[in-house]
């Protein structure tokens, strides 16, 4: 008897959420109401609450519901005993753009976040929930990259840090924008050759550095020539 109405809890918590998430989608986030979301559920308001404390805890627990498994992914690559940590995280950023273009909840969900909640009021405290996560993400990519770094799979040149912020950057850019228009690039097909394109930016960083300074130095030596030969038309 414990285990059914176990069962029924949370058979009951998963309908709101996916109440949540087609109501949120239709309507926005602001203009949705629990009791929306309950008569969309088919359950009371009371419900609601004994599963969730306000909108705010509904909101955070349907976006963990599609973060959290890929959270798990990028934890897992930034571990000190993955033996390919680049390989590692472009299984992640792949996995997370061709999940998007794939998953029709991870699309409401996504889509919600990015395009449909204004983070004022009542929602205020949800933004710091998500720039928690993505916090998260970066300090893990950033792990994952110098261990990279550490294997020789990137140059020492290369800024963990920043570049864990740009590839959260292209990641969020490209669902952002796709959503809003799948005509934008055919993300499942193209998903890994865009993070195969950042990811050979970072390997080339070291190549591209050496050419850079042999410039700079071409250009001092030129200054030191033009120098010299001033000063002996001079004398």
């Known amino acids: 008897m414990a285990r059914r109405t ?31 979301i309950a008569q969309a559920a088919g359950v009371t308001r009371g419900a609601i609450y004994w599963h969730f ?23 897992a690559s930034s571990e000190e005993s993955v033996a390919d940590p680049i390989a590692s995280l472009r299984a992640c950023a792949v996995s997370a753009l061709k999940r998007t273009a794939t998953d029709a909840q991870a699309q409401r969900v996504f889509d919600v976040v990015t395009h449909k909640c204004e983070y004022l009021g009542e929602m205020a405290g949800v933004n710091n929930r998500i720039s928690a996560l993505q916090k998260g993400c970066v300090d893990r990519s950033e792990q994952a ?57 970072l390997k080339g960083q070291g190549a591209r550095r050496p050419g850079r300074v042999q410039a700079s130095r071409a250009r001092r030596g030129a200054g030191r020539a033009s120098a010299r030969r001033g000063h002996t038309a001079a004398t």
């Open 6 to 36: 176990k069962d029924e809890a949370e058979e009951t918590r998963s309908r709101i959420l996916d109440a949540a998430e087609r109501v949120f989608s239709e309507r926005g986030v602001s203009r949705t109401s629990l009791e929306d």
């Open 145 to 201: 990259i110098r261990n990279a770094i550490k294997r020789g799979q990137l140059p020492a040149s290369v800024n963990a840090r920043l570049a864990a912020i740009a590839l959260d950057s292209l990641l969020y850019g490209l669902i952002s924008s796709w959503l809003a228009n799948p005509a934008y690039l055919p993300l499942e097909r193209q998903a890994g050759a865009m993070i195969d394109l950042f990811l050979e930016g």
């Open 53 to 75: 404390r306000d909108k705010r805890d509904l909101f955070a627990a349907m976006v963990a519901r599609v973060t959290l498994p890929m959270e798990a992914m990028v934890a």
